[in-house]
C-alpha cells in the first residue's frame, strides 16, 4: 500500500494551492483520510479529517479557509487551501486507514512541503 502526495509549493500569502494524496495497493476499503503539517520545531497537528460517510472536522486554526474533500472511486483526499498564511508553512502529511487483506490500519504518505511567504 502506498500514499502519493503531491501539490505542495511555494505560494505568497493570501494564495492557494490544493495538495491530493492517492491511496494504491490491495486496498479492500478506506475509512478515515485526513491531513496533517509539520512545522519546524513544532509537532504533528491534524489539520483535517475526513470519514468514509463524509464528515469533516478541521483545526481551529484552518476552518473557513481549508477545504479537505475526497474521490472515493480514485481513493484520493484532497485539501483546498485558500487564503493562505506564512504560518500554514509546514510539510503536510496525508494518513488513511485502510482495511488491506482484512486488516485494518493506518499509513502515512510521505509529505509535501507548502511554504508560504509574507
Known amino acids: 500500500v502506498q500514499l502519493q502526495a503531491s501539490g505542495g509549493g511555494l505560494v505568497q500569502a493570501g494564495g492557494s494551492l490544493r495538495l491530493s494524496c492517492t491511496a494504491s495497493?490491495?486496498?479492500?476499503?478506506?475509512?478515515?483520510m485526513n491531513w496533517y503539517r509539520q512545522a519546524p520545531g513544532k509537532q504533528r497537528e491534524l489539520v483535517a479529517a475526513?470519514?468514509?460517510?463524509?464528515?469533516?472536522n478541521y483545526a481551529d486554526s484552518v476552518k473557513g479557509r481549508f477545504t479537505i474533500s475526497r474521490d472515493n472511486a480514485k481513493s484520493t483526499v484532497y485539501l483546498q487551501m485558500d487564503s493562505l498564511k506564512p504560518e500554514d508553512t509546514a510539510v503536510y502529511y496525508c494518513?488513511?486507514?485502510?482495511?488491506?487483506?482484512?486488516?485494518?490500519?493506518?499509513?502515512w504518505g510521505q509529505g509535501t512541503l507548502v511554504t508560504v511567504s509574507s
Open positions: 494518513y488513511a486507514y485502510l482495511v488491506v487483506q482484512a486488516l485494518a490500519q493506518g499509513y
Open positions: 495497493g490491495s486496498i479492500s476499503s478506506i475509512n478515515a
Open positions: 475526513s470519514t468514509n460517510v463524509g464528515t469533516t
